[in-house]
């Protein structure tokens, strides 16, 4: 099993461009979700799926979309990259969205905005 | 709001000795509290996770306590290893249909020194 993957690992944007992070698990888990964490700050969560097809907002949204189409598959969308958006993010994956089941993370995507 | 407030900011010990690192939160109903271990760069990786009915869980030289009552957990690290510099992070999942919001600390810096 590779757990999660997340590409690219760096990406420098400059204001206004677009671009997806990629996430990918192959542990067949329902739940999956995307956060970024930022000095001084825990993580936040920007957006979650609790299976294919089903999408939610988190904590900090705004300038973000994801989709679901496959179990395996969650990308993260920039629609138009700002300064804010700066930042280290991380995609998780667990069994169920419920419960105390493990839940596992990539290695991160550092992202700069210019 | 849920909060999850974490102690010390930073840690600095000498290989070979025990430290305890602290956590103290507001969520509530709560269903279960996590510790990760996140090194430098890298994803935060699972060390414990204990349901409200718990009072401890280890994992080899990594020893969790929860109590319930107060909103307090504790992480003690036993014969501290270089392997350790890390930093530590708290997370505590909702009870109930909020059980995909975890609420993250800050998180705990130590550094093992020879």
């Known amino acids: 099993n590779a757990g999660v993957t997340q590409t690219p690992k760096f990406q420098v944007l400059k204001t206004g461009q677009s671009m997806t992070l990629q996430c990918a698990q192959d542990?067949?888990?329902?739940?999956m979700s995307w956060y970024r964490q930022d000095p001084g700050m825990g993580l936040r969560l920007i957006h979650y799926?609790?299976?294919?097809?089903?999408?939610d907002q988190g904590e900090v949204p705004n300038g973000y979309n994801v989709s679901r189409s496959t179990t395996e598959d969650f990308p993260l969308r920039l629609l138009s990259a700002a300064p804010s958006q700066t930042s280290v993010y991380f995609c998780a994956s667990r069994l169920t969205s419920g419960a105390a089941y493990e839940q596992y993370f990539g290695p991160g995507t550092r992202l700069t905005v210019t | 709001k849920n909060q999850v407030e974490q102690s010390p900011q930073s840690l600095i010990i000498l290989e070979g000795k025990n430290c305890t690192l602290q956590c103290n939160y507001t969520v509530s109903p709560f269903s279960n509290l996590r510790w990760y271990k996140q090194d430098t760069g890298r994803g935060p990786v699972s060390l414990t996770i204990m349901t409200f009915s718990e009072n401890t869980k280890s994992n080899g030289r990594y020893t969790a306590t929860l109590d319930a009552d107060t909103k307090q957990s504790s992480l003690h690290i036993t014969a501290s290893q270089l392997s350790d510099s890390a930093s530590y992070i708290c997370?505590?999942?909702?009870?109930?249909?909020?059980?995909?919001?975890?609420?993250f600390g800050k998180g705990t810096k130590l550094s093992v020194i020879p």
């Open positions: 542990m067949n888990h329902e739940y």
């Open positions: 799926s609790v299976g294919a097809g089903i999408t």
């Open positions: 997370v505590v999942s909702p009870l109930g249909a909020g059980s995909y919001q975890l609420t």
